[in-house]
Structures are given as C-alpha cells and as structure tokens.
C-alpha cells in the first residue's frame, strides 16, 4: 500500500519561499510520475509541477520560473521548490504520485501568501 506523506507547507509573505516535501511510505519499484497539484477555494484542482521516471517535467504557466520541482529516486521523495511566492499561490498543494497507471494522493497542505 502507497501512502504519501506531505511536509512543509504554511504561512509566509509575498515574495518569500518555501519548499514541499512529499514521501511514500512504501516501496516504490517503478513509478510513471510524481508531481503537485493545487486546490484554492472554489477553484478546480490544477497541476502545478510533476516529473516523470525520465527526469522530464512539466510545469504550470503560472509558476514557470519561480518554481522548481525535483525528486530523489531513492527516497521515494519529491520535492517542490516555491520562490518569489504570491498571493494567488494561496492553496492546498497535493502531492501525487502515478504508478502503474493507479493515482496515488497525499493527504494535502496548506500553503498561504500574505500581501
């Protein structure tokens, strides 16, 4: 069984960082990709970053260039590097994780940009 365990959310200023951690607590022989989605309120869940087993990744638009997300193979970790943080980034950030074509989500944590 696949549990994702989140850290590193919370409160900070615009302008500022912070950085998301995500783990399984299983073992994970192979996996498709790992990644993090956003929810703010009244608003869908978006894709924010993910990396596949390749090293590729994929971003949103919105935060192209400011975020940075990486991952350690044998850790079962990813990671999500938050920089030049805004307002609008205010959301419940989830981590997932796709392996053998089953999703796989973490329990979410809030991250808040004050103005």
């Known amino acids: 069984q696949v549990q994702l365990v989140e850290s590193g959310g919370g409160l900070v200023q615009a302008g500022g960082s912070l950085r998301l951690s995500c783990t399984s607590s299983?073992?994970?022989?192979?996996?498709?990709?790992m990644g993090w989605y956003r929810q703010a309120p009244g608003k869908q869940r978006e894709l924010v970053a993910a990396?596949?087993?390749?090293?590729?990744?994929n971003y949103a638009d919105s935060v192209k260039g400011r975020f940075t997300i990486s991952r350690d193979s044998a850790k079962n970790t990813v990671y999500l590097q938050m920089n030049s943080l805004k307002p609008e980034d205010t959301a419940v950030f989830y981590c997932?994780?796709?392996?053998?074509?089953?999703?796989?989500w973490g329990q979410g944590t809030q991250v808040t940009v004050s103005s």
């Open positions: 997932h994780f796709l392996i053998r074509f089953h999703n796989y």
């Open positions: 299983g073992s994970i022989f192979s996996y498709q990709s």
């Open positions: 990396i596949t087993s390749d090293a590729g990744t």
